[in-house]
């Protein structure tokens, strides 16, 4: 295997869901963080009275928001492709929680995601890997999430 497979085709294939996941784990911290912080200024004395999905919603509209202008500053693909993997997440997440009680809406809505996605990848003319790093979020989401028996 040559250098250039090697910086191409293997680094990409570990970075994306190492550095992804690393993300999304901060992600998590970071959102634990902030629902900690409601519930000790807010609802202290009712802390199941926290509205964990608005937070949860606002968290991933935030994190998408601040993902846009990542991709304007001059920055290795590989890097914005594994945070791609975080905001991602949470989205999809977010979004298959809040319709739980509905599989195949739930599925629906991630597959739209996942589709918007990919459409806009294709669009902007992004190399492989954020479409591997979309792949990742999905099924990290559809894991994390989905609602089991």
């Known amino acids: 295997m040559t250098r250039s497979d090697w910086k191409s085709?293997?680094?990409?294939?570990?970075?994306?869901?190492?550095?992804?996941?690393?993300?999304?784990?901060a992600g998590y911290l970071l959102?634990?963080?902030v629902v900690?912080?409601?519930?000790?200024?807010?609802?202290a004395d009712d802390p199941t009275a926290v509205p964990m999905d608005v937070i949860r919603q606002a968290f991933a509209v935030f994190s998408l928001v601040l993902y846009v202008p990542l991709l304007r500053v001059k920055a290795p693909d590989l890097l914005k492709a594994a945070v791609?993997?975080?905001?991602?997440?949470?989205?999809i997440i977010t979004m298959i929680l809040r319709f739980y009680q509905n599989p195949a809406l739930a599925g629906f809505i991630t597959a739209?995601?996942?589709?918007?996605?990919l459409f806009l990848l294709y669009q902007f003319k992004k190399p492989w890997f954020y479409f591997y790093a979309a792949g990742v979020s999905a099924l990290a989401g559809i894991f994390y999430a989905w609602p089991r028996n």
Do not use: D, N, Q, R
């Open 84 to 91: 791609l993997v975080g905001p991602l997440t949470m989205l």
């Open 31 to 33: 959102y634990f963080g």
């Open 112 to 117: 739209a995601i996942a589709g918007l996605c």
């Open 9 to 25: 085709i293997l680094l990409p294939l570990v970075i994306v869901p190492a550095g992804g996941l690393l993300i999304l784990a």
């Open 36 to 43: 900690m912080l409601v519930e000790s200024a807010f609802y």
